[in-house]
């Protein structure tokens, strides 16, 4: 049994006094009050980290759903990979709630705490003990134990965890609501210490082997998690220039990390990916923003991959001359006519926008609940340039104007501000259930929007119709079919105004 230390992560001191003040109410408790919690209790230079790589603002609080979901889901598809939480039990309850719904099919396990075993130190010895119990070489190649916020706040140190149990690697990762602001950039956090991990393998000797073998062609690993598609089609779209398609970031299983770092370019279609996109920088290898999607989008991809792994131009031009009419005739094969608001917390929102003009969508505002940064300026660059308002780090409330500001034919985003343009008699489609699950590169990417898309902008006329026929059995708190009608109370509900006014500022919520 190995005794070394996790590197994992920046070192902490371990869990304070600190912590009783927000042991028992994580999600109620200030942002800015959990976030001090974690310095004193020696976890900042962690979360400067965060700071860094996921830039907050205008909103600095998730809006969607746990940002653990995110790094939780790239352990749970990961073959031979265990994922163990620990954090609070309302919290744990949630996170695997969503895994299953989302067809997990594998145990999460939890290491459960009160405020004696968070204070005293015991819960990070009841964490030690799980690891070890739970690492057997025969199952695991790693273990992911995530810390949620508090005991992030409280500074639990997995990084003392050991490195590595008779051969299971141990990865310990800090995600909490008030530090990592998406789910999306939660998935970055895991990948990008795995991939640390991995290249610091790869850099003591010999690794694993892909398990179909050694690629002899130079590859171009991608990274963001896309429609399983897409990584064939992008390999047609290389194979002219002498290029393959290397594994897909975040990977399905621990050896195909060697592979991802022993390419010869890093594809960064999701642009969010900074952790990782570091490692593939430390590791040598450049890195391309963007993605293959329509025709400009193909082509000024094409042109970067080829350029970055000095492909000569006549072979590029072939590789576009070969895919760049199949999408031009799959787009006007399937146009679009229709005004369209787009939002989401994916991080593909900007590609998928920049598939909806090509294909003649009107679009008119695209929301992000991600960051703006330097691998998502060609495409922010190319959708202003068409006079598209593009919002980086958008809000709920950012999407909701932009609603009711464009008057759309069809508004993509997420659960609510399709329920409010359901409201309105404007269709809606949700973009991670409905659009981002699907392919989006080359000729195949155009057809299968654009199907999904019309759809629902022909659905106007039924959304009218729903419309009128409840047209009158009230809105809000008077909403539905009441024997009285309710009677109004406003000196109740100024009484409880005035009460929350004189409630502590630890009431702010954070997550969820
Ligand atoms: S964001 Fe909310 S649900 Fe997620 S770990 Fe923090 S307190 Fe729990």
Not at 28 to 50: C, D, I, V, W
Not at 90 to 108: E, I, N, Q
Not at 224 to 250: H, K, Q, R, S, Y
Not at 481 to 507: C, G, H, M, Y
Request: net charge negative.
């Amino acid at each position: 049994m190995s005794d070394d230390r996790n590197t994992n992560g920046p070192p902490t001191a371990p869990a304070t006094d600190a912590v009783p003040a927000i042991a028992h109410s994580p999600c109620h408790a200030g942002a800015e009050e959990l976030r001090k919690a974690a310095a004193a209790a020696g976890n900042s230079e962690t979360l400067e980290q965060y700071a860094r790589d996921y830039p907050q603002g205008p909103h600095d609080k998730p809006q969607s759903m746990c940002p653990a979901f995110g790094s939780l889901r790239v352990g749970l598809r990961m073959r031979r990979t265990a994922s163990v939480l620990c954090g609070s039990a309302c919290c744990v309850y949630g996170l695997t709630f969503t895994s299953h719904f989302y067809g997990a099919r594998r145990t999460v396990g939890y290491v459960p705490f009160n405020s004696e075993t968070l204070v005293t130190g015991k819960l990070f010895e009841d964490i030690r003990e799980a690891v070890h119990q739970l690492a057997d070489p025969e199952l695991y190649d790693a273990i992911v134990v995530t810390n949620l916020c508090v005991p992030s706040a409280s500074g639990v140190p997995l990084q003392l965890l050991p490195k590595q149990i008779d051969g299971v690697r141990i990865i310990g990762i800090d995600v909490p609501g008030f530090g990592v602001p998406t789910h999306a950039e939660a998935k970055d956090v895991l990948a990008g210490a795995m991939l640390a991990y991995a290249r610091g393998e790869a850099e003591q000797g010999p690794v694993a082997a892909p398990r179909n073998g050694i690629e002899e062609r130079p590859t171009v690993t991608l990274v963001g998690e896309i429609f399983p598609a897409d990584p064939v089609t992008i390999a047609m779209m290389l194979e002219p220039m002498g290029l393959a398609a290397g594994p897909v970031v975040p990977t399905r299983e621990w050896r195909e990390l060697y592979a991802a770092l022993d390419c010869a370019v890093v594809a960064g279609l999701h642009p969010f990916y900074t952790a990782s996109f570091r490692q593939f920088e430390a590791a040598g290898r450049p890195i391309v923003g963007s993605a293959p999607v329509g025709c400009d989008g193909t082509a000024e991809w094409l042109q970067n991959i080829g350029q970055a792994c000095g492909v000569a131009q006549a072979r590029i031009d072939e590789a576009k001359n070969r895919m760049l009419p199949a999408i031009k005739g799959a787009l006007a094969g399937s146009p679009i006519k229709g005004r369209i608001t787009l939002s989401g917390y994916e991080g593909s929102e900007l590609l998928v926008a920049r598939l909806l003009v090509e294909s003649g969508a009107d679009v008119r505002y695209v929301g992000t609940a991600c960051p703006k940064n330097i691998w998502s300026n060609a495409d922010r660059e190319w959708l202003e340039a068409r006079g598209i308002h593009v919002k980086f780090r958008a809000s709920l409330e950012d999407d909701c104007a932009a609603l009711e500001a464009f008057k759309p034919d069809l508004a993509i985003g997420t659960t609510p501000v399709v329920q409010k343009a359901k409201q309105l008699a404007i269709p809606g489609l949700y973009f991670t259930n409905l659009i981002s699950a699907r392919p989006l590169m080359g000729p195949a990417g155009a057809g299968s929007v654009a199907q999904v898309v019309n759809a629902a902008i022909a659905n106007t006329a039924r959304f009218e119709s729903m419309r009128d026929f409840f047209e009158g059995v009230g809105t809000g708190d008077r909403a539905g079919i009441w024997e009285d009608v309710p009677t109004e109370r406003p000196e109740f509900r100024a009484k409880n105004r005035a009460a929350k006014q004189v409630k502590p500022l630890s009431q702010e919520p954070v997550g969820c």
